[in-house]
């Protein structure tokens, strides 16, 4: 088992938090949040996507939570992902399954905007 708790982002920046929920009938959801660089409560969001899969669901949730700061005009965002894949698709010139790929192009262009992510 490893224990897993938030930590604060860096001073002067933002932390988005973001995570999926799937059922057994391929319903899914994301959610996420925004913290200042002391703990306190920016903001939250939770979006009801249909049917699909963890990884888009993982794709979609990060992509709300970035339109969602860029929305609230913050510009230095510190991301947490609880998925190693789609860490790696995204920091990587991979665009990973068809399923996510138009996903993926759209996470990289709104994180090559002016801030810093």
């Known amino acids: 088992m490893v224990l897993v708790r938030w930590q604060t982002p860096r001073e002067i920046w933002f932390k988005l938090n973001t995570d999926e929920a799937c059922k057994d009938s391929g319903l899914a959801g994301c959610g996420g949040v925004l913290r200042g660089s002391h703990g306190e409560w920016i903001g939250g969001f939770a979006k009801r996507l249909g049917v699909c899969g963890a990884y888009v669901a993982e794709l979609r949730g990060l992509y709300e939570g ?9 510009r230095r965002i510190e991301v947490d992902v609880d998925s190693t894949t789609v860490v790696n698709v995204i920091s990587k010139d991979d665009n990973g399954s068809r399923s ?5 192009w759209k996470i990289r262009r ?8």
């Open 66 to 74: 970035l339109l969602y700061a860029r929305e609230l005009g913050l």
């Open 100 to 104: 996510g790929c138009a996903l993926v």
């Open 110 to 117: 709104l994180m090559e905007l002016d801030w810093e992510v």
